[in-house]
C-alpha cells in the first residue's frame, strides 16, 4: 500500500499489483478509485520513457542538453517578459493539501529568471 504523491487533496491510497497500479478499496473517500494520474504511474518506468529534452526538427526530434533545453525555456520567458511585461506569464500551479512543497517549485523558476 502507498499514498499517492500527485498534488490532489485525496491523497488517495493506492496498491501496487506486479506492474499495475490500483486504487485501494478500502479508502474511505475514493473507495477504489484511482485517478489517470495515478494509473499511468507505472508507465514512467517503462524502457521507452523518455529521459531527455528533445528540440522537435523539422519531422522529427534532436535530442538536446538540459542544459540548452533550459537555456531556451529561460530565454523564451525572459523574452516575453520584457517584450510585453511580466504579467503575460501565468504562474499557473495548484497547492491542494498535499502539495505544499510543489507550490514552491514555479517560483523558485520565476525568481531564477532575474
Known amino acids: 500500500m ?31 478509485f484511482a485517478c489517470k494520474k495515478a494509473k499511468n504511474f507505472m508507465r514512467y518506468y517503462r524502457e521507452r520513457r523518455v529521459l531527455y529534452p528533445h528540440l522537435r526538427v523539422g519531422d522529427g526530434f534532436e535530442r538536446i542538453s538540459w542544459e540548452e533545453a533550459l537555456g531556451m525555456i529561460s530565454d523564451k520567458l525572459k523574452y516575453v517578459i520584457e517584450t510585453y511585461g511580466p504579467e503575460e506569464v501565468l504562474v499557473y500551479n495548484y497547492a491542494g493539501t498535499t ?6 517549485y514555479p517560483l523558485r523558476l520565476f525568481n531564477a529568471l532575474k
Request: proline share 8%; aromatic share 2%; charged share 25%.
Open 2 to 32: 502507498l499514498i499517492c504523491q500527485r498534488d490532489c487533496p485525496d491523497a488517495c491510497s493506492l496498491i501496487i499489483e506486479g506492474n499495475e497500479l490500483k486504487g485501494d478499496p478500502r479508502h474511505p473517500v475514493t473507495r477504489g
Open 99 to 104: 502539495g505544499l512543497i510543489n507550490y514552491h
